[in-house]
């Protein structure tokens, strides 16, 4: 099963990243933004 990685933190699906990480990031940038930096920093492992 594959798992999702962004800054040191894991999550069982792409979903449940961005819901949690957000709540981090909204502050700092768009929606958008946050969109585009999920898609180029998240790291998938097995």
């Known amino acids: 099963m594959a798992h999702y990685k962004l800054d040191g ?11 949690v990480m957000w709540q981090l990031y909204k ?11 999920v898609e180029q920093n998240v790291q998938v492992t097995e």
């Not at 933190?9 to 819901?19: G, P």
């Not at 502050?27 to 930096?37: A, G, L, T, V």
């Open 9 to 19: 933190a894991k999550f069982e699906t792409l979903e449940e990243l961005k819901e």
């Open 27 to 37: 502050d700092r940038m768009s929606r958008e933004e946050f969109e585009k930096y």
